[in-house]
């Protein structure tokens, strides 16, 4: 989160948050990144012009839309989540 939406949820009373991305917008690292989130890849559908990956972090599911020529990571993914995008 961007320097500025961290202050601002600092400063708020909530104590829990729930952050929204479409599936399309979460960022797959085509190999390890040590700064990214890692996350189990639980299931891929092919669907043609295009793959859902179903993803494990940290308890929550997440759904990431890949393009159809981007490889499938195993095991492990590193995702991140562009601010622009939260």
Known sequence: ??????????????????VGIRPEFIH????YNPDALQADVVH???L????????NLDGATLK???????PVPEGKASISFPAQWL
């Open 28 to 31: 797959v690292w085509d190999e």
């Open 1 to 18: 989160l961007s320097e500025a939406l961290q202050q601002r949820l600092n400063t708020t009373d909530y104590k829990k948050l729930q």
């Open 64 to 70: 990431v839309r890949l393009a159809e020529d981007k």
């Open 48 to 55: 043609g012009t295009y793959k859902i990956m179903t993803l």
């Open 44 to 46: 891929v559908e092919d």
